[in-house]
């Protein structure tokens, strides 16, 4: 009877592990905490027998089926663990073996460092090593690199991919920061957006007036100023001397109406109120039509942060008119008409190599960026009486083309006789 | 103006690059001791008193110097005028800005009156008149034959021969027409014995008086005080407007406003236009000299003018151009005074302010020559919202409107703006720019105007727009950029807001010197910076999309040059420094203080290096300064020496304009 008894039991056990397993994983995914009275309330377990559950639950738990955590707020809690999974635990030669796993296992898709293991374990690190091994050589873990700690060694189950936090999303390639992707992209949603948001018309080429040229350098000129015959003394310069280049409001005159006034392409600001600058969803929708990134999705988001990059590099700028916010770039006129693959392409065949290629304008630029101690290395040392001194100023003799220049020359009177 | 050792020294650099080195020692030794009198001086500088007052009358004559002279005190006190002293720098800028505007006689009179510093009239009509009958005998003998030899002088290999036209300034007539037109732009003003004593002074003195006729028992309340405040602003103003003296005598003559007329005319005048008799005569015992102030109104719109034209087209930048010539014409100073202006508020509260322009007003100074079709794109009607373009804006940014209705309107394109925002960090982007919300304010202040006329001029049958309706979209654009050139304060009415307009002006100053020093991802780390202020070195990689550790390394030569700072926050008691968190900031302000300081050293070493060079081609320098070479340098010298001495030339060239170029900096940074 009593044999009996007991084959009966574990066979009525086997019946409830089985019901109560199926019903848990009804009732929500592998991550779901339950409690005890939440699984009391499933209805397997007949008269609420709190002993039965516990042992039901107690042989779940030897199968791997389930797992128990302490929980904050309801103490003891359990949760699913796939039949797959299960076999995995169980076909585990040691427990070493088995509590190795399990840490990795619990570390989801953020992964854990091998360090962490063993210290978590109190185990012996060739023991944990071996442990390793074992999993590696099974496919049940893999390793993988974290980008917030590129030089630590850590682990994941082999059947999940490395969170988004671990890889660092998108723009992240093994663990890299991509920056030849990121600056790829950027150029094209760059070019996308300049030629949304500009008008490409032709403009006439005003007569030489230098400061037609797009960005380019202003050299300072000389104002025409003569100076009167009150020259103060002779070796100084007359006070008007001292002049700038200074643009003098010229305006553009209507030369387009000349007919042999050559013109060339020019993008132009939109009018005031133009309500069709790319919005980021546009951006995005284009760069997934382009299929450039076939292998990573992008989403709006990730195209936000590409387009907050280049609205603080300062080419382009939002806009919102009425309830639409677009892009548009900023200082149209000096933009490049040449769209930049096809200038990357002219670099490959040895055009323009002599200039960096960068998208967008020239950046502006003022007196200080153009004197040599603008971007001196020694500025704060620089002073007359000190070592360095601008009368012994190597850059500024570079920056006057003065290098060279012969120490005074062979005779030694100014006048011939 | 911030006298700061670079400054000091700069000073004493122009002073002695224009008037010699014993005004100039003298000048530093006021700088640096400040006020003093004379045997003051002589304990400092040990000149002998004869040097020390021909010194002194050289600074005093070109406005270099306060005194003040205590009454029975024994001897006066002088002080360092810097502000002028640095202004020398700008004589070259002033000059081409009058060429522009008024013409080359006008700048031939300007020229004079800088060279000679203050000037009474009757004495710059005698050299005026002697230079004219030379001329006028020259022409005459030489009828059309032949050059006169170029009067090259010293150093100057320049100087243009003046011969062309004949003489700049036809006649005396003349020469006081020119005046007067100077006079009324208030470009030229009238000394007065207060113009000599320094600010403080002045102020010390208003006060007394106030104090003495209004307060004889004192100041008690805050009543009074406030009382007192304004009746020192206005006598201040009182003094202030002394030296308009002559240009309201002028405007109260008849013929006034249509002179006026002819000179708001942005056409440069041509000599023939201008009926001279129609001015009156000057009081020939007027002394008159140059005011900076005003010439540096006019100097901030040309600069205005160039960020317009960096940012759109120049087409654009001339009605730009000629907006800020109307709108600024009774504009006396860049900047407010702080005690005087400010006052003034409380009283006169509708004149403060530049006022506005309105399109017509626009419309009838625009060249004719310039085609307004220029400079701006195409959009079909349907992708252009009118009603955000026409947004009218009653007030400046910041200021709360004053009608309740608005601020609501207000409000609610402020909700809009969180709407559609993903999250609040870009808000800063487009703060100022609200999403418009036309028809409201047209209900509010029943100034319905604006979208009807432009419906009228831009109807739907027109291929090409007509005049107006081309001025109208460059002042919108203008209106509707991040820099807000210009703000449509009522239909058809614009105004600038010259406070943040220079603001935006600055920032993009010192983002080219950041992206021209620590490139593009330097300008992106300081912006990212601004926008969101401090912020977690861990955190501005994600935001930069940048590698760790050559944002790093951009970051630490960043905060070397001064861009940007990093604060420490140590995590817990221990202060482990490795535990810390780094928070970057970016403190414009000071940054900007920085660049200032560096733009002055960098005039500093642009004169030094000069000198050097000067030092180096002694020789040939000495040598052109022969009588027997002067005016024949390229005949009469060795071609090696006459090879130096044009290199020469040209690196002084180059120098000089290289400092009024950093000028331009910083005229930006701290007087515009
Ligand atoms: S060493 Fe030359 S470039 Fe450098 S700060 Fe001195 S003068 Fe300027």
């Known amino acids: ?417 | 103006m911030l006298v700061t050792k670079p400054v000091t020294e700069l000073c004493a650099l122009l002073i002695d690059e224009l008037y010699g080195e014993l005004p100039s020692r003298i000048f530093a030794t006021l700088l640096s001791k400040g006020k003093s009198t004379l045997p003051q001086l002589a304990l400092h500088t040990s000149m002998t008193p004869r040097q020390l007052r021909h010194g002194l009358a050289v600074l005093q004559q070109h406005n270099l110097l306060f005194y003040h002279l205590d009454a029975g005190a024994e001897f006066a006190s002088y002080e360092a005028n810097a502000e002028h002293a640095y202004n020398l720098v700008r004589i070259g800028k002033i000059l081409e800005m009058i060429d522009s505007s008024f013409g080359a006689p006008a700048k031939d009179v300007m020229q004079n009156l800088l060279l000679s510093g203050q000037t009474r009239i009757s004495d710059l009509v005698a050299a005026y008149q002697e230079k004219i009958e030379q001329a006028n005998m020259a022409a005459a003998l030489m009828g059309e034959n032949g050059e006169v030899g170029s009067e090259a002088n010293g150093v100057n290999g320049d100087s243009r021969p003046a011969k062309k036209a004949g003489p700049f300034v036809k006649s005396t007539a003349h020469l006081n027409s020119i005046i007067c037109r100077l006079v009324e732009a208030e470009l030229i003003d009238v000394v007065h014995p207060k113009t000599f004593e320094s600010p403080a002074d002045i102020l010390k003195v208003v006060e007394k008086e106030v104090m003495d006729k209004y307060f004889p028992a004192g100041v008690k309340g805050n009543k009074a005080k406030v009382e007192l405040q304004q009746r020192i602003a206005e006598g201040l103003r009182k003094v202030r407007g002394e030296s308009k003296s002559l240009k309201r005598k002028l405007e109260q003559n008849g013929s006034a406003a249509k002179r006026r007329k002819l000179l708001a005319g942005l056409s440069g005048m041509t000599n023939g236009v201008h009926d001279d008799d129609m001015d009156p005569s000057l009081d020939p015992k007027q002394v008159i000299r140059i005011n900076y102030e005003k010439c540096l109104v006019e100097l901030r719109n040309r600069r205005l003018v160039q960020f317009a034209t960096d940012m759109f087209s120049e087409t654009t930048a001339y009605v730009y151009g000629v907006l800020l010539k109307l709108l600024t014409k009774d504009l006396p100073r860049c900047r407010p005074d702080p005690v005087m202006d400010i006052a003034e508020d409380e009283e006169e509260n509708e004149k403060k302010g530049p006022g506005f322009v309105t399109t017509e007003q626009i419309l009838d100074n625009l060249k004719t020559s310039v085609d307004l079709s220029l400079g701006i794109g195409k959009a079909e009607k349907r992708h252009i919202s009118s009603s955000a373009a026409e947004n009218i804006r009653q007030y400046p940014p910041e200021k709360k409107p004053k009608i309740e209705e608005a601020e609501v309107d207000g409000e609610a394109s402020e909700d809009e703006d969180e709407d559609d925002e993903p999250s609040g960090e870009e808000s800063d982007h487009d703060t100022d720019y609200k999403a418009p919300m036309m028809n409201g304010i047209n209900g509010v202040n029943g100034t319905s105007g604006a979208k009807v006329k432009f419906d009228e001029s831009a109807g739907p049958k027109e291929q090409r727009m007509d005049r107006p309706t081309q001025l109208r979209q460059h002042l919108l654009l203008l209106a509707e950029s991040t820099q807000r050139f210009v703000r449509h304060c009522g239909p058809n009415e614009w105004t600038v807001d010259f406070p943040p307009l220079m603001n935006a002006l600055r920032e993009v100053e010192l983002d080219s010197v950041i992206e021209r020093t620590s490139g593009r991802q330097g300008l992106r780390l300081v912006r990212i910076l601004r926008a969101k202020g401090k912020l977690d070195e861990k955190a501005l990689p994600n935001v930069a999309l940048m590698r760790k550790s050559e944002l790093q390394q951009k970051m630490l030569e960043m905060q070397t040059a001064g861009f940007v700072d990093v604060q420490e926050v140590p995590r817990d008691v221990k202060a482990d420094v490795k535990k810390s968190f780094f928070l970057w900031f970016c403190d414009v302000d000071r940054t900007l203080d920085r660049l200032l300081d560096t733009s002055y050293k960098t005039m500093v070493h642009c004169i030094q290096v000069l000198e050097a060079l000067r030092q180096k081609e002694k020789d040939v320098l000495e040598t052109t300064k022969r009588t027997d070479v002067r005016g024949r340098e390229k005949d009469t010298m060795r071609k090696e020496y006459y090879e130096r001495y044009s290199r020469f030339l040209e690196c002084e060239r180059r120098l000089f304009a290289q400092v009024a170029r950093v000028d331009d900096l910083v005229s930006v940074l701290r007087d515009f």
């Open chain 1, 1 to 417: 009877m009593a044999a009996n008894g007991i084959a009966d039991d574990s066979a009525k056990l086997q019946i409830l592990k089985d019901a109560l397993y199926d019903e848990i994983r009804q009732h929500g995914s592998e991550t779901r905490l339950f409690g005890q009275q939440d699984l009391l309330d499933l209805n397997i377990i007949p008269r609420n027998d709190v002993t039965l559950l516990v042992r039901v639950i107690q042989a779940l738990t030897d199968d791997k089926l389930l797992v128990g955590t302490t929980n904050h707020h309801a103490g003891l809690a359990w949760r699913w663990r796939s039949r797959e999974e299960a076999k995995k635990y169980t076909s585990l030669p040691n427990d070493e073996t088995v509590m190795v796993y399990s840490i990795i296992d619990e570390a989801g898709a953020d992964g854990i460092w091998n360090r962490t293991i063993k210290n978590r374990l109190n185990m012996h690190e060739a023991v944990v090593k071996n442990c390793i091994k074992y999993l590696e050589q099974k496919g049940y873990i893999a390793s993988m690199k974290n980008v917030e700690h590129p030089n630590k060694k850590m682990y994941i189950k082999a059947t999940l991919r490395p969170s988004e936090r671990a890889t660092g999303g998108p723009w992240f390639t093994e663990g890299e920061l991509d920056t030849a992707f990121i600056s790829e992209l950027e150029s094209i949603v760059f070019e996308y957006i300049k030629t949304k948001s500009a008008y490409r018309g032709s403009q006439a080429q005003p007569g030489g007036a230098a400061s037609s040229s797009g960005g380019a350098i202003k050299v300072p000129k000389k104002g025409a100023i003569s100076s009167g015959e009150a020259t103060p003394r002779g070796t100084k310069r007359a006070a008007t001397d001292i002049s700038t280049d200074d643009a003098s409001p010229a305006p553009t005159l209507n030369t387009s109406r000349g007919g042999n006034a050559k013109s060339r392409a020019v993008f132009l600001p939109m009018p005031a109120g133009y309500n069709q600058y790319p919005t980021v969803a546009e951006i995005a929708k284009f760069i997934h039509d382009t299929g450039i990134t076939n292998n990573t999705t992008l989403g709006e988001a990730d195209i936000q942060q590409l387009v907050d990059v280049l609205t603080y590099d300062g080419l382009i700028e939002p806009v919102r008119v009425g309830r639409r916010r677009g892009y548009r770039v900023t200082r149209a006129m000096k933009q490049d008409t040449v769209p930049f693959h096809k200038r990357q392409k002219e670099r490959e065949a040895g055009i323009g190599l002599d200039q960096p290629l960068v998208v967008g304008a020239e950046p502006l630029s003022n007196g200080l960026t153009e004197a040599p101690c603008g971007r001196c290395p020694v500025f704060e040392l620089c002073e007359e009486g000190g070592p360095v001194s601008p009368s012994n100023c190597v850059y500024f003799l570079q920056w006057l083309d003065l290098e060279d220049v012969p120490a005074a020359v062979a005779p030694n009177v100014a006048l011939p006789p």
